[in-house]
């Protein structure tokens, strides 16, 4: 109705609105940070489906991260509403190829249970291939060498299944002895992966394109796709996306080509202009104002942002006012740096009277190594905080060990999830016995679990050399707990009872007796780590209930593909802690507490705070003393500036926090503009609060009740962190200051920040 289409319409600008109603097959959106773009495209999908009779389940939405796709179903959902919205096909990449295979891997040859490899499971595989074979080459490098072989993608005609890749690499001519090595390890690696029936985030995207290539009525529902942060796409995922839109070629993009920081996971902003020549006639259409940020907060970016000259220069412009000017703030070190920060939140929310709260306020780490320091200052202040991106809930040695047997009962040819629970609890089976077991599997070519129910059966082909009593634990203990709780399951799927995946990993931890176990490996904190588990099983309960409303079951029954129901939780439950690294959140919303958030600046991506800070900002940190790319470091400190809405601090420790504490030198992206910021936070007077209000949209109280009995340090600048003279000395360029590390590639380094470690 009209009515609907003046709803939708009421909040867009003129751009905006062309872009959501466009008629044009390809619409590409190239536009700067906070114009809208993700608010354009979350319309266009609400406008396909409302104005246009779009079915949702026609639709493909794809987003970077976990975190971003719920937010961005969770806007349509109440646009939309009926909960049309679980309808549409959208997530990452990664989760939408994971569908796809889930309902129609095995016409690709796909195990009908194969489970997913993330990001630490490849490393350690990697880690092990390198040491048993004695390859003299760095296992990081090598993972990112064999995740870039895999992520490139390439012309049609290629084949991407893994003896594709492996065919590819063996034509390379005149290999270097380190060459042959990296390609020794990527064939060993693809060939465990496969024996333990797992795919690494790579296969699940070059797996779903083999897939849709051999069997296009799969997506021949597909009316359109449409991705946001298209600039973070890579060859892979260029592919998927043409593959998922084949049938009618009805594609939406929008990116920025500033905010791409990927570029170590093979990213290509290349791909923006591949779009263009493979699509000829798109609709190209620009966003030029800033929704978002203060005026002051959007002019330093630029100036950051522009110091690149090779860039794609596009028009930005603030419809706010000017607002606070950001904060450059060096303080002695990163614990005083820390201090400095609560103590200017505390401030902030403090003199806004009720109007900012902690979820107001995000700290931007550049990589999650850094958030000892923030976190320790928060928890001595009392103020309750959640991490996102980086830091691992799911890592943490209980959990871990929990989600390792959910994974082997569902998949028990998984031989790393197998491999670490051998002896945990502990069953006295050595290390030693465990590596002599994998050896000897992996001689067989037989998985973990199928050579040691060989041998507790007594096989005489499997006799290993492990101990009587070895074999006893083994077969008494692990094998038997597992196959109890499987039969369970299997009893309750045969007499329908409600079995489902929060009773499973009760059932387990009962058999386990794990909180017996805690309380006796761990008798100092096993308290915490219960509670850990508490959690983690209403993160389950969360999820089961997520389910029932949201049937992931659209995907269509087509003729001749035949469609594999994923109706079991576990499954689900198990792909979506392997994919959701970039979200995984600690002390998320309990009881509806405001928080602060605590995040990686990749995980920041596309969201926005009114209060920012962007701590660590020196040579080293930013750019990243391991990152080869320093535009890409660049764009990265712009993506961190660009998230604040009124007030933006970045801040430098002085000295190194490490064994000789040597001087950090200012990041040579700020260094030029240092003069434009303020040396400290702003006064929060009664015009200051005003200016921030009317950038958030908000009602400032009255005047009364935020100044009286306020506390004397409060009301003035930030008396408990006097500038000390020291510490706002302007460092000559190339002078005297070292430590933070040199900048240039080093080849003796790693190559690439690992901030998912
Ligand atoms: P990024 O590049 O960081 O992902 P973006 O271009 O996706 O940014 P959005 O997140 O969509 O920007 O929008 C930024 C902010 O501006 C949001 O709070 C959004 O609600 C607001 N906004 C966008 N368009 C308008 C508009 N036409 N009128 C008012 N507010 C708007
Ligand atoms: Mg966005």
């Known amino acids: 109705s009209s009515e609907r289409r003046n709803v939708i319409l009421a909040k867009l600008n003129d751009a905006q609105s062309r872009a959501v109603r466009s008629k044009a097959p390809t619409v590409a959106i190239l536009a700067g940070p906070g114009s809208g773009k993700t608010h354009t495209l979350t319309s266009r999908v609400v406008w396909l489906v409302d104005c246009e009779g779009f079915r949702p389940e026609d639709v493909v939405v794809a987003t970077f991260t976990v975190k971003a796709a719920r937010e961005m179903q969770e806007r349509i959902g109440k646009a939309l509403g009926s909960g049309r919205e679980k309808k549409l096909v959208l997530g990452t990449f990664h989760s939408i190829a994971r569908r796809y295979l889930a309902a129609y891997g095995r016409h690709i040859g796909l195990a009908q249970k194969f489970g997913i490899a993330d ?10 291939i390198c040491k ?42 005149a290999k270097t002895a380190g060459q042959r090595e990296l390609e020794t390890c990527y064939t060993e690696y693809q060939s465990q992966l496969e024996r333990s029936n797992l795919l690494d985030y790579d296969d699940l995207l070059v797996r779903c394109v083999e897939l849709l290539r051999k069997f296009p009525s799969c997506v021949s529902n597909v009316k359109t796709v449409l991705i946001d942060e298209y600039q ?52 190209e259409i620009s966003l030029e104002e800033n929704y978002r940020s203060s005026q002051s907060i959007v002019t330093l970016s630029l100036l950051v942002i522009q ?42 929310i403090l003199m806004s009277g009720g109007m900012l709260t902690h979820n107001d306020v995000a700290v931007l780490l550049r990589s999650a190594a850094l958030s000892r320091h923030v976190e320790s200052a928060l928890g001595k202040a009392g103020v309750a905080y959640r991490m996102v991106g980086g830091f691992k809930f799911y890592d943490r040695a209980e959990i871990k060990t929990v989600l390792d047997y959910l994974r082997v009962i569902h998949q028990p040819e998984n031989n790393d999830a197998l491999a670490r629970i051998m002896n945990v609890p502990r069953r006295g089976i050595g290390e030693g016995t465990v590596k002599s077991l994998i050896d000897e599997a992996e001689k067989s070519s037989l998985s973990l679990w199928s050579l040691l129910v060989k041998h507790c059966r007594g096989d005489r082909a499997a006799k290993t050399k492990i101990s009587k009593h070895a074999e006893q634990k083994i077969s008494g203990g692990l094998l038997r707990l597992l196959d109890s709780v499987r039969k369970r399951i299997e009893q309750a799927a045969n007499d329908s009872s409600q079995f489902g995946l929060v009773e499973i990993i009760q059932q387990l931890l009962e058999a386990l007796s794990f909180q017996k176990v805690l309380q006796e490996t761990h008798p100092d904190d ?35 593909v035949q469609q594999t129901k994923d109706v079991d939780a576990l499954p689900r439950f198990l792909a979506n802690v392997s994919l959701a690294s970039d979200a995984q959140t600690k002390g998320d919303d309990q009881d509806n507490k405001p928080l602060v958030t605590l995040s990686t ?17 020196y040579n080293g940190s930013i750019p990243h003393m391991r990152s080869e790319d320093n535009d890409e470091e660049r764009r990265l400190l ?40 303020a040396k400290k936070g702003p006064c929060f007077d ?33 008396s408990l962190f006097p500038l000390d003279p020291e510490e706002t000395r302007e460092i000559p360029a190339g002078g005297a200051a070292r430590g933070g590390s040199n900048v240039s590639a080093d080849a003796s380094r790693p190559k690439r920040p690992r901030l998912y470690g």
């Open 119 to 128: 990001d630490s499971d490849s490393r350690a595989i990697i880690l092990r």
């Open 132 to 173: 048993r074979l004695q390859l003299a080459i760095d296992p990081p490098a090598a993972r990112a060498w064999i995740s870039k072989r895999k992520a490139k993608g390439s012309g049609a005609d290629s084949d991407f299944s893994s003896v594709g890749a492996q065919k590819l690499l063996t034509k390379t001519p």
């Open 232 to 283: 973070d796409t890579n060859g892979v995922q260029y592919e998927l996306m043409k593959l998922l839109a084949q049938k009618h070629g009805r594609i939406t993009v929008v990116g920025d080509p500033d905010q791409s920081i990927y570029g170590w996971r093979s990213a290509e902003i290349r791909n923006l202009w591949r779009l263009l020549e493979d699509y000829p006639g798109a609709a």
């Open 307 to 348: 110091q690149d000259e090779k860039r794609y220069k596009k028009a930005l412009k603030p419809v706010h006012n000017k607002g606070s000017r950001p904060v450059l703030r060096r303080l002695k070190n990163a614990s005083t740096e820390a201090e400095w920060i609560v103590s200017e939140i505390r401030r902030a």
């Open 526 to 560: 096993h308290e915490q780590r219960w509670a850990n588990v508490q959690e983690f099983i209403s993160l389950a309960n969360d999820f089961v209930r997520d389910l029932g409303q949201n049937v992931d079951d659209y995907l269509p029954e087509i003729d001749g």
């Open 601 to 617: 600046i990749h995980a920041a991506k596309g969201l926005e705070w009114p209060i920012v800070f962007v701590p660590a900002v």
């Open 638 to 677: 712009y993506v961190a500036m660009t998230r604040a809405q009124a007030l933006l601090h970045l801040s430098c420790p002085l000295y190194s926090s490490n064994s000789n504490g040597e001087r950090n030198e200012l990041s040579p992206f700020v260094k030029p503009v240092a003069a434009a910021f």
């Open 686 to 718: 009664r015009p200051v609060m005003s200016e921030i209000a009317r950038i958030l949209e908000r009602q400032l109280p009255a005047e009364q009740s935020i100044y009286k009995g306020m506390p004397a340090m409060f009301s003035t600048e930030d």
